[in-house]
């Protein structure tokens, strides 16, 4: 699977080196999902080029680019692009994320 570029920079939280962090939960933590971006930040990244998709989506490969100055969605299990017709959903999401180039 591509990699996936968080485009958010990371907020620092100070925390004083003598304290450690402990969970007292006996169920092993879930990894912390990647921080999105909203569709407006991302369309530079779509114009240069790149592939962006949701974080609510399947990670099965399902990604968006711009391909033929239109705006197309790639489907892994057709193996073919289609033309994307945003919802409002879509664009107001803030779990947009870049995926590197291969």
């Known amino acids: 699977m591509d990699e996936v570029i968080d485009v958010v920079p990371e ?19 879930k990894p912390t999902p990647l921080r999105g971006s909203t569709f407006r930040h991302c369309v530079e990244f779509l114009l240069g080029g790149r592939k962006m998709r949701r974080q609510e989506w399947p990670d099965d490969g399902t990604y968006v680019v711009m391909r033929d100055e239109k705006l197309m969605i790639y489907k892994p299990e057709t193996k073919s692009f289609h033309s994307l017709i945003l919802s409002t959903g879509d664009m107001s999401g803030e779990d947009w994320v870049v995926i590197s180039k291969e």
């Open 11 to 29: 907020k620092v939280e100070a925390v004083p080196p003598t304290v450690e962090k402990v969970s007292t939960s006996p169920v092993p933590p």
